[in-house]
């Protein structure tokens, strides 16, 4: 079974300055990892995804992430945050067998201040 | 682009009351999924149907039952409600075939238990 651990419950941060929101999983399997961003009273958006090949992944709204594998994590990142990305960020995995389900992790709500 | 939808928005039931979710997933999208996400807390599995036969089960209650029918669309049945079901539950999507292995999110149900 996979297990997804987000170390951080809040991350604060001032508009412009580059944020980290860090992902750590469990799997005896490999797997695909995924960052979700829910906005208030929203639904979930897809990020970015990481498959394969590079471990380097670039999503949308200027956000990327890096797979490793060797310290199983897929930490998110973007150089310079806007107040709009006030959000909770989940990271998901979900095994690379059929009718794979997502487990996520808890969630880490990145608040952007002026 | 077509996306997953999800019906009612948002549903107020009373204790003991049944209620019934529906989801409708974009077109040639077979598998469906469907997750529970209380306040402040992540995303739960709960079950999952692939060409509308269960293909999956998480912690989903004996209570709550749900089925995929002919046109894919899937409906979540909840009985003898608790005031701990209210919680936003979110339908996704997915091919099962082709590399696109996203899942893609309904914008949810908001129920409401009182």
């Known amino acids: 079974a996979q297990s997804v651990t987000q170390l951080d419950s809040q991350v604060p941060v001032f508009e412009e300055a580059p944020v980290e929101l860090r992902c750590n999983y469990s799997s005896s399997v490999s797997v695909y990892l995924f960052w979700y961003v829910q906005y208030p009273n929203q639904g979930l958006q897809l990020l970015l995804k990481?498959?394969?090949?590079?471990?380097l992944v670039k999503g949308i709204n200027g956000f990327e992430a890096e797979f490793n594998k060797s310290q199983t994590s897929f930490h998110l990142r973007k150089p310079s945050v806007h107040i709009s990305d006030t959000a909770e960020y989940f990271c998901a995995v979900s095994d690379r067998g059929s009718f794979q389900k997502l487990v996520f992790g808890t969630g880490t709500r990145l608040l952007v201040s002026p | 682009a077509a996306g997953v939808i999800q019906s009612p928005r948002h549903l107020i039931k009373e204790k003991r009351e049944t209620a019934t979710l529906k989801c409708y997933p974009i077109p040639r999208h077979d598998t469906v999924y469907w997750y529970q996400q209380g306040p402040g807390q992540d995303p739960q599995f709960l079950i999952s149907?692939?060409?509308?036969?269960?293909?999956d089960k998480g912690s989903i209650p004996d209570r709550f039952s749900a089925q995929q029918f002919s046109d894919y669309h899937s409906e979540l049945n909840m009985s003898s409600l608790e005031l701990g079901d209210s919680a936003l539950y979110f339908c996704?999507?997915?091919?099962?075939?082709?590399?696109?292995?996203?899942?893609?999110f309904g914008q949810g149900t908001r129920l409401t238990v009182v």
């Open positions: 149907f692939y060409e509308k036969m269960q293909s």
């Open positions: 990481y498959l394969s090949g590079s471990t």
């Open positions: 996704a999507s997915r091919p099962l075939e082709g590399k696109n292995t996203e899942a893609f």
